[in-house]
């Protein structure tokens, strides 16, 4: 296990305090703001900008060497901040506007890179997953309590949908946070192995499955799903590639049959005992629902189309929406989408419930291309990062965190977990372990050269 | 000797790099928490701000609540969810040209239907009718089941009808009257339960023709009444006219009907 010792003691504070920040954000509960994710995207906002200034306190004072090489991801992370500046001061009707709806994002970037750039990396990552899985535990522990009707905190009055809300606010954001979850902790599985681990590991996935199935969400299912699939061929690739014949994955894949007989015995016996079966033909064909997302989303498209190079400007979508449905009700196309009206009506739509096609409505072909163009790299280099890893342990480890990418991935095709604090953080984490695969850090160079600056 | 020590320029030029990067990125980690701050105290101070009720609303509460409004604004002006509440609220008492701008100015990030009909609404109270009937319309095309906009966009029409002459004008009033008689029937075969639609009913009635004055009556009757749920038929405040026309049938052959769309 890394110590701490040689670090100098700035790098220890931020050892603690960015895995605290994590930790503590999905807790702050600020009631006169209505929406959970309201007062804990001021919380983990100002807690970045804080540590950005200790950062850069830091660097004045030489307690921290200066980056001294440009990879890939730090190029392309400057390609999207670039794709928004742009779209913000050629697009948009408000640039302030704007930067402040793209605000909590590019903290996201800033916690990403302050953990990377951490000389004890590891260290920090372990932390604040140690941190997110106990956040899991608790807030899985307390949707199910509020199943039954036990509700701690008054928000279910405030935020009406469903009461599977924990901190969050709302099912379907609480299930964007916990999803990838289910990945880490299987990382802390497969990386500590041994029965103690398999068990109390296990046990937690299973209540934060429980915990996602009381909260009637779809999008997540998806994600877990594909993810453990490709997972598991990744996971069949890499004990070919290295002879190891299947017992890891035979482990794993008695785990995953494990995993849904349970999931079964819940669905079949348990949540109908509860009163809370779950209709699934009514989950997926409830035509309203489905329509009128299909109908943000062909919004989405059509609006970028029509400023596609920086798009509508950040935060736009919402304002440009009725604004769009009316010229689309006046044209031919509009009868097929008239029935959906009813439904949406009476709001603006937020988001357009789909990250990639927000991004490319708000800032056109240029921020669609650079953010394809981060995922996809860290989607194929975290792969084969984990692929060349010569320690089995640490593979399966590398490829668990590869599928809570692939499960953040696919439920952004139906959310916006990448604007809600929480799932953001979630998700900045994943990219930083896959950092982490990519390009190791030389733990002595690093833990030595901010011992110097001490 | 120093001009001879390369490592010692080196590092000198090293230490101004890193004290010019750490000084940009505290000053901008600085604005970002002022800016961070001001925009938390709006949103805390505009959830606690209440709209004074109907009775509550003397001038100087609301004179009050618009100083309260506009201190936030100060703090976060791109906000158009405040600024349509000021807005608002200068309509209220009574500056209603600057209530339209103001409305235009929280329409660049906030554009909600209420925020549209309000602007309708003030045009209309500034004279500008056509404006107001424009917008008006687009409001019902993208809220078709508001009662409100659709009520308030007949009865534009209705009073527009009151403006022309039928004998100097007599092809404009004819076109606007169909206008009016064909908005009038759409609606009340949608929302039979709205008293106001019985009672546009009741106004096309006595324009058209004297014989109607029958049906104008009728029509004014239930309009007024306390109930207005004919026939217990199942409301669809977006079927089409056309597709009523199997509920009149079973009606004019004597069966009762359950609902517009699922007859027996």
Known sequence: MMTTEKLHPYDRLMAWYLPALATIAP?????????????????????????????????????????????????????????????????????????????????????????????????????????????????????????????????????????IIATIGHPNYLASVLGPIVFIVLSFIFARGGKRWIFLGGGLNLLILACIMLARTRAVWLGLIIAFVLVFAMGALYVRRHRLGMKPLGGLALGAFSVLL??????AVALPAMNASINLKQRLTSEKEVKSRFFYWHAAIDMGLQKSVFGQGVGMFDTLFWDYTLDHQKREMGKYYYDVLPSISGRTPGHVHNEYLEVFCEQGFAGFGALIA????????????????????????????????????????????????????????????????????????????????? | MAQNDPQGSANTVKKQYQWLLGGVVAML?????????????????????????????????????????????KLDPTNGEIRNRYANVLGIL???????????????????????FFLADIHEKLGDFEQAESIMNDCVVINPIQIKFNDSRIRMMARKLERIDPKTDPEIYKQALDEYGQAARDWSIRAPHDPNAHLFMGNLYVRVRPLYALQAYRAY????????????LDIDLMIAPRDAMGTIDQIINGRHAKAYKNLP
């Not at chain 1, 309590?145 to 928000?155: D, K, N, P, R, W």
């Not at chain 1, 349970?262 to 669905?267: A, E, N, R, T, Y």
């Open chain 1, 374 to 454: 981060l995922l996809s790299f860290f989607l194929y280099f975290g792969a084969q990062a984990v692929l060349r890893q010569s320690d089995p342990a640490q593979a399966l480890k590398g490829l668990a965190l590869w599928g809570a990418l692939v499960t953040i991935l696919i439920d952004a095709v139906f959310g916006f977990p990448w604007r809600l604090p929480i799932s953001l953080i979630v998700f900045m984490v994943v990219l930083a372990w896959l950092y982490d695969f990519i390009y190791p850090q030389e733990k002595a160079e690093a833990i030595e050269a901010s011992a110097n600056q001490a």
């Open chain 2, 94 to 116: 009574g500056d209603k040209q600057e209530a339209v701008k103001q409305l235009k100015i929280a329409q660049h990030t906030h554009n909600a239907q209420d925020s549209l």
């Open chain 2, 221 to 232: 009757l239930m309009g007024l009444s306390d109930n207005v749920n004919w026939m217990n």
């Open chain 2, 29 to 73: 980690a600085v604005a970002g928490i002022v800016w961070t701050s001001l925009l938390f105290i709006a949103d805390y101070e505009y959830r606690g701000v209440k709209d004074p009720n109907a009775s509550e609303r003397s001038r100087a509460v609301l004179t009050q609540y618009r100083l309260t409004l506009e201190n936030i604004l």
């Open chain 1, 27 to 163: 807790f702050i509960v600020i009631y006169a703001l209505v929406r959970p994710h309201v007062g804990q995207g001021y919380f983990f906002t100002l807690g970045i900008l804080l540590a950005l200034l200790g950062q850069a306190v830091a660097w004045a004072q030489g307690w921290r060497p200066m980056p001294r090489r440009v990879t890939a991801p730090a190029v392309l992370i400057g390609l999207n901040v670039l794709a928004v500046a742009c779209s913000m001061f050629f697009a948009s009707r408000s640039p302030m506007f704007s930067l402040k709806h793209i605000f909590l994002p590019m903290m996201g970037i800033v916690f990403f890179s302050l953990i990377v750039i951490h000389p004890a990396r590891r260290l920090v990552l372990e932390r604040i997953s140690w941190g997110l899985i106990i956040v899991a535990g608790v807030l899985s522990l307390y949707g199910v309590l509020q199943h039954f009707g036990i509700e701690i905190l008054s928000y279910s009055a405030q935020v009406q949908k469903n009461t």
């Open chain 1, 262 to 267: 349970i999931l079964g015995g819940l669905v």
